[in-house]
């Protein structure tokens, strides 16, 4: 009788330890640097396993999107060495996510600024801000009210922005998503800490992919 007791509480012992649905499946990281071949939208990607977020998609083939990540500054990717610094959540983290999917109905940076953006900002003017960029500010009863929207000169880039709050104390900013291919669109997103290094950033992702 204690036997089984004592198995019983190993077993409940080992499934409340386990680790999430998922963890081994998909979600590990790996340093192997082997080329993985991937097509999306009939755009054809050659990446060293190392930048591939998900496990899934490291099998290559078909997909209708991939979540790649890299340190700054150089855009490296994973190693076992840095698993610390790939899997942290730090407001000074210099990891860069980024995700390329197939989106037919893509926008142009410039279009998705006017259509989606600036109907729901107190100033369509903006105004001057930090590193060269212009803000536009949300109205509060907007879907993005706890969000501040950046433009880069030119237009080429945007920066969609959380706000840092008791809640949030490592807020992003998401590089919204703009054509790279036909049918294929790119997104990225940063600390919000590293936006001063948004010329850099957009740089490295562009030379990158």
């Not at 037919?104 to 900002?121: A, C, E, H, Q, W």
């Not at 706890?146 to 969609?160: I, K, V």
């Amino acid at each position: 009788m204690m036997a089984v007791i004592a198995a019983l509480c190993g077993v409940l012992l080992l499934y409340y330890l386990r680790p999430p649905p998922g963890t081994f499946a998909d979600g590990r990281p790996t340093a192997a640097t082997r080329i993985v071949t991937l097509t999306i939208h009939g755009l054809k990607l050659h990446v060293p396993a190392s930048y591939i977020e998900t496990r899934a998609a490291r099998s290559g083939g078909d997909r209708d999107a991939v979540a790649l990540f890299a340190a700054l500054p150089d855009m490296r990717g994973y190693s076992d060495k840095e698993a610390a610094l790939f899997t942290g959540n730090g407001p000074d983290s210099p990891i860069v996510h980024m995700v390329i999917r197939a989106d037919t109905n893509g926008l142009d940076i410039k279009s998705r600024l006017v259509r989606v953006y600036m109907p729901y900002v107190t100033d369509p003017k903006g105004e001057k801000a930090v590193f060269g960029l212009t803000r536009y500010a949300f109205r509060p009863d907007s879907g993005y009210g706890r969000s501040d929207l950046y433009a880069a000169p030119g237009g080429e880039n945007l920066f969609l922005c959380e706000r840092p709050a008791q809640n949030l104390p490592s807020p992003n900013c998401l590089a919204v998503d703009r054509p790279i291919a036909d049918g294929v669109s790119l997104s990225y997103r940063f600390k919000r800490r590293q936006l001063l290094r948004w010329r850099t950033i957009a740089a490295e992702v562009d030379q990158l992919v």
